[in-house]
């Protein structure tokens, strides 16, 4: 009898951002937690939070982007992890200078792997890379 169960003890990942983490402890672990919303709404930017987040706490993190190549996406959350104090503003956009932006490499080490987007949206081949990944 599903009901009479005890509930279970779940382990929650903080999130950083003291509203998300008071009301909800954070993101349950073993769960899926989608973000969805309008174009331009900020969907990135709190992916952005939450993995920088989850690295500074020891946690893994694997992304997959459908959208951004993997130097787009990895360029975006370099700005991010940098601050805007380490970040260099030009007239075609902004970036981090490559001594700031190895150090945010080097810091996330071994606890941030970016899926290789040129396989292509294949499921299959999606799990199979993700399966061997969480196995190593």
Same mark, same amino acid.
């Given at each position: 009898?599903?009901? #009479? $169960? %005890?509930?279970?003890?779940?382990?929650?990942?903080?999130?950083?951002?003291? $509203?998300? $983490? $008071? *009301?909800?402890?954070?993101?349950?672990?073993?769960?899926? =937690?989608v973000i969805s919303g309008n174009r331009g709404s900020g *969907?990135?930017?709190?992916?952005?939070q939450l993995i920088i987040q989850a690295i500074s706490d020891?946690?893994? !993190?694997?992304c997959y982007s459908g959208e951004l190549n993997n130097k787009?996406?990895? =360029?975006?959350?370099?700005?991010?992890?940098?601050?805007? =104090? #380490? !970040?260099?503003?030009?007239?075609?956009?902004?970036? !981090? %200078?490559?001594?700031?932006?190895?150090?945010?490499?080097?810091?996330?080490?071994?606890?941030?792997?970016?899926? #290789? #987007?040129?396989?292509?949206? =294949?499921?299959? *081949?999606?799990?199979?890379?993700?399966?061997?990944?969480?196995? !190593?």
């Amino acid at each position: 009898d599903i009901y #009479n $169960d %005890p509930e279970p003890e779940y382990e929650y990942i903080r999130s950083g951002i003291t $509203d998300i $983490d $008071d *009301k909800l402890h954070g993101l349950q672990k073993s769960g899926l =937690s989608v973000i969805s919303g309008n174009r331009g709404s900020g *969907k990135s930017t709190l992916l952005g939070q939450l993995i920088i987040q989850a690295i500074s706490d020891g946690h893994n !993190v694997i992304c997959y982007s459908g959208e951004l190549n993997n130097k787009k996406y990895l =360029s975006w959350l370099i700005r991010q992890a940098a601050g805007r =104090s #380490n !970040v260099e503003l030009t007239a075609r956009g902004s970036y !981090v %200078p490559d001594a700031t932006a190895r150090k945010i490499i080097d810091w996330m080490g071994e606890h941030f792997w970016l899926y #290789n #987007n040129k396989c292509g949206n =294949s499921f299959a *081949k999606i799990e199979k890379h993700l399966n061997a990944k969480a196995h !190593v």
